[in-house]
């Protein structure tokens, strides 16, 4: 019988993965993405030491940092906003995004030095004052790329995003080979979001980007972001405490090596965030403005086999890592495969979590963001202080294994109180990682 729906639900997926282009974009794009990360790691690891990766991975953390504190929603404040295709609100918002990003290309400039000072890598200060360039031109983004995912027009951006993607990673290549440097990953951190200019205004459309200004947009936004920034900066602070921890008690050695397994684990967790928020957000969206009634039914029946699908695929992942990294990486990357089991537990979790948080703000829990975020953070302070302190580093990346466990528990109690979740099915997400992992695992250890 299991069998039976497991094989139902599998060909029930891949059915609907070609009636929903969003969904084949997503497909394809993080098939031949994740294949292109793949292939450029393996031959980049073989070509640097795995320092390299430390540094450029503290240095895509630092961006990641300093965007996080002053992310005021733009995505969400438009798909949710009335007139969100209007030309004077789109204007206002992609003023305001460039003028945030000159400040902290600025403010990362100006503490470039001491960041460096903090991990005691010297080169890492000037790495910074460099990729200040990322922050100057991502303000130059086009913002049609959120303004069309309110049509539900998804495909084109993410074919726009992996083309600018693969190129920059091709030319990285390219340079690290001759370079024999880490400089050319840290060029085509700069030119990704020159790719993303050029081609977001040949392909996306250049309409809604340009100077304007309306005060009272402005005070909407901020009203609005008083709810956002705060989950931003607990946010960064989960994201980010593993490496500030793991980079004070890590050799650089290792540390690169952990960045390294971040890199894969980032490709499926950017899968799952990309499936809820720009698969499942739009189209939940545009089902609560025009069919409220049949929402719960739709909801699962857009999301269900594939959630579970996707579950699966990644406990394998889980599972097959100790192998991965001795098929494809030497003896010096053998820790790698510790590390990227672990991680890959998030990813599997975000499938309920993600998707629940999606549901909830439509139903007016603007704070659910917040308070999922400091349930995380409450197990993540204690829970990694005290069992860094019992087990060392393996008692934090237990912790990082397990800080999606709260957030899942609150968001399907309050989805139950307002009757927009199905329990069982949600569990049954779960339960197929658990069967990818044992039957990788299993594989695994056979070899």
Same mark, same amino acid.
């Given at each position: 019988?299991?069998?039976?729906?497991?094989?139902?639900?599998?060909?029930?997926a891949?059915?609907?993965?070609?009636?929903? +282009?969003?969904m084949?974009?997503?497909?394809?794009?993080?098939?031949?993405?994740?294949?292109?990360?793949?292939?450029?790691n /393996?031959?980049?690891?073989?070509l640097?030491?795995?320092?390299?990766?430390?540094?450029?991975?503290l240095?895509? +953390?630092?961006i990641?940092?300093?965007n996080?504190?002053?992310d005021?929603?733009?995505?969400?404040?438009?798909?949710?906003?009335?007139?969100?295709?209007?030309?004077? &609100? /789109?204007?206002?918002?992609?003023?305001?995004?460039?003028?945030?990003?000159?400040?902290?290309?600025?403010?990362?400039?100006?503490?470039?030095?001491?960041?460096?000072?903090?991990?005691?890598?010297?080169?890492?200060?000037? *790495?910074?004052? #460099?990729?200040?360039?990322?922050?100057? *031109?991502?303000?130059?983004?086009?913002?049609?790329?959120?303004?069309?995912?309110?049509q539900?027009?998804?495909?084109?951006?993410?074919?726009?995003?992996?083309?600018?993607?693969?190129?920059?990673?091709?030319?990285?290549?390219?340079?690290?080979?001759?370079?024999?440097?880490?400089?050319?990953?840290?060029?085509?951190?700069?030119i990704?979001?020159?790719?993303? $200019?050029?081609?977001?205004?040949?392909?996306?459309?250049?309409?809604?980007?340009?100077?304007?200004?309306?005060?009272?947009?402005?005070?909407?936004?901020?009203?609005?972001?008083k709810?956002?920034?705060?989950?931003? #900066?607990?946010?960064?602070?989960?994201?980010?405490?593993?490496?500030?921890?793991?980079?004070?008690? &890590?050799?650089?050695?290792?540390?690169?090596?952990?960045?390294?397994?971040?890199?894969? +684990?980032?490709?499926?967790?950017?899968?799952?965030?990309?499936?809820?928020?720009?698969?499942?957000?739009?189209?939940?969206? &545009?089902?609560?403005?025009?069919?409220?009634?049949?929402?719960?039914?739709k909801?699962?029946?857009?999301k269900?086999?594939?959630?579970?699908?996707?579950?699966?695929?990644?406990?394998?992942l889980?599972?097959?890592?100790?192998?991965?990294?001795d098929?494809f990486?030497?003896d010096?990357?053998?820790?790698?495969?510790?590390?990227?089991?672990?991680?890959?537990?998030?990813?599997?979790?975000?499938?309920?979590?993600? +998707?629940?948080?999606?549901?909830?703000?439509?139903?007016?829990?603007?704070r659910?963001?917040?308070?999922?975020?400091?349930?995380r953070?409450?197990?993540?302070?204690?829970?990694? #202080?005290?069992?860094?302190?019992?087990?060392?580093?393996?008692?934090?990346?237990?912790?990082?294994?397990?800080?999606?466990? &709260?957030?899942?528990?609150?968001?399907?109690?309050r989805l $139950?109180?307002?009757?927009?979740?199905?329990?069982?099915?949600?569990?049954i997400?779960?339960?197929?990682?658990v069967?990818?992992?044992?039957?990788?695992?299993?594989?695994?250890?056979?070899f």
């Amino acid at each position: 019988m299991l069998v039976n729906k497991i094989t139902s639900s599998w060909r029930g997926a891949s059915s609907q993965l070609f009636k929903d +282009s969003g969904m084949q974009a997503l497909m394809l794009t993080s098939f031949f993405g994740n294949l292109i990360r793949l292939s450029s790691n /393996l031959v980049v690891a073989r070509l640097l030491s795995p320092e390299a990766f430390a540094i450029t991975g503290l240095a895509a +953390s630092i961006i990641f940092a300093f965007n996080m504190i002053s992310d005021a929603g733009f995505r969400a404040f438009i798909l949710r906003h009335e007139e969100g295709d209007e030309t004077y &609100l /789109l204007k206002t918002l992609w003023t305001i995004k460039l003028a945030r990003n000159v400040i902290l290309a600025v403010l990362m400039f100006v503490f470039s030095d001491a960041i460096a000072s903090f991990f005691s890598i010297d080169d890492l200060a000037f *790495v910074l004052k #460099v990729l200040c360039l990322v922050f100057i *031109v991502e303000g130059f983004v086009p913002i049609g790329f959120i303004a069309i995912e309110r049509q539900n027009r998804i495909a084109r951006i993410m074919y726009v995003r992996f083309s600018c993607a693969a190129i920059s990673t091709l030319m990285m290549v390219i340079g690290v080979y001759y370079a024999q440097n880490y400089w050319p990953m840290i060029a085509a951190m700069i030119i990704n979001n020159v790719l993303q $200019v050029m081609l977001g205004a040949i392909f996306i459309g250049w309409s809604g980007s340009g100077f304007g200004f309306q005060k009272s947009i402005f005070v909407e936004l901020m009203a609005w972001a008083k709810y956002i920034i705060p989950s931003s #900066v607990i946010t960064l602070m989960l994201v980010q405490f593993d490496k500030l921890m793991l980079g004070k008690t &890590l050799s650089v050695t290792e540390l690169g090596i952990y960045f390294i397994a971040i890199n894969f +684990s980032a490709a499926a967790a950017t899968f799952t965030i990309e499936y809820a928020r720009g698969v499942l957000q739009p189209y939940f969206s &545009l089902v609560y403005r025009e069919s409220p009634d049949l929402y719960l039914e739709k909801v699962y029946q857009k999301k269900q086999r594939l959630s579970m699908l996707f579950a699966f695929l990644l406990g394998m992942l889980s599972g097959g890592s100790y192998l991965f990294f001795d098929i494809f990486y030497d003896d010096r990357y053998a820790s790698g495969g510790l590390y990227l089991s672990i991680l890959l537990v998030t990813p599997i979790m975000t499938l309920v979590t993600y +998707s629940s948080e999606v549901t909830l703000i439509l139903y007016g829990y603007l704070r659910t963001t917040l308070i999922a975020n400091v349930s995380r953070l409450v197990w993540f302070l204690v829970g990694a #202080v005290c069992s860094y302190l019992w087990w060392g580093t393996m008692g934090l990346l237990m912790t990082i294994m397990t800080v999606e466990l &709260l957030p899942a528990i609150y968001m399907v109690l309050r989805l $139950v109180s307002c009757r927009a979740v199905r329990v069982g099915q949600e569990a049954i997400i779960i339960f197929m990682a658990v069967i990818g992992f044992t039957l990788s695992r299993t594989i695994s250890n056979a070899f």
